[in-house]
């Protein structure tokens, strides 16, 4: 008598799906017959699924020789390209993939524009959708070619949110799906420029160079502003107290957020400068500032008001102040030179474990227990490695 696969009962066939670690498993237990076909549409949605699935060794998207648009998929552990398979994709910058969508920056808008991409719909899904424009004080071509670092889903498009990273200096917008407009975080004087955001067990979070943490959250204004705005702001709480901006040595070229596999969230700070180039930076700082409060304060109250005099006889001549202007971009410049002429090769990982929720804090992991992080300007995932 044959055996009658196709009448195995659901629990059976969820505790064969429970041992399944990649995702193409799905795809050849679908394959065996039309029952576990329907089995593995219904069950793969379940939370559990979908958790080792957001877990799977990513597939690169890459060009295809002499096509701008067409796009291909790399498959890393087999080393090979997916030639059946080709994407149609826009010219555009892509700022990121999260939960199976892409993520492009209209750079042909005036204003920055995200749409959202699903390269492998079903029947029933979208394919695209657009996000209104953020806000923002200079124009995608006056700011990069790119106007916006990163952007996360929190979920596959149905009831979801997107929070961005945009402009030269790396603010945050949030989007919730059926808003009119983007939320942005009230004006203040501290300078938040962050580096990565990442929703984790239904909450947002975002790390700077400087490795201060918060939650985000929205809170609505006591009186809705007036105009073509959002009724709320967001507002931050601390998770992790951040170094001390003076110092370079406290600056990583760039962070991460990141949850493991065992729903742990993982603080990555990736470095561009040894230690030693960090504290002769610093030591150069430091000395210089000595060097400019010892020239200060050995001047006479005769000469402080001769200083003073003359910068106000410069300020009426337009023509000394747009030179003065050129010797700040010079100094300006040469400092940066200093600072990024270099190529930004890395040259040390450093990964935290976060205490939260049970308390602030992090402390240093010198393993990843049998993972592998993929970290950059997508969303970051962690793998098991074997």
Known sequence: MAPQWSRLGDDILNMITERF?????YARFGAVCKPWLSFSHRFYNQKHHLFRAHHQLPLLVVPME?????R???N????????QVQLILPYKRCCGSSHGWLIFVDNKSAEIELLLINPFPSESEKSLIKLPPILCYHTVSEMDEYGVKKAVLSKDPNDFEVIAIYGGMKLLAHYKSGDQFWTYPKPTRKLLCFADVIFYKGMAYAVDNHSWIVRIYRKRFKQSPSGNSSPCFLRFKT????LSNTSFVNYSGNAYLVETC???LLHVRRDYWTLEESMAIDA???AEERRVRAAYEARTQEEHDQIRQRIERESENQNVEEEEEEDDEIRASQVEEVLFDEPHLSVNFTVFKLNYPSSRGQKSTETLNGEILFIGDNHSVSVPSS
């Open 21 to 25: 670690d990649d995702i193409y498993d």
């Open 76 to 83: 890393i552990p087999t080393n090979t390209l997916c030639n």
């Open 284 to 286: 150069k700082n430091e």
């Open 66 to 70: 002499g096509h701008q648009q067409i």
């Open 72 to 74: 291909g998929l790399y």
């Open 239 to 242: 998770i992790n107290q951040g």
């Open 262 to 264: 065992k729903g742990e």
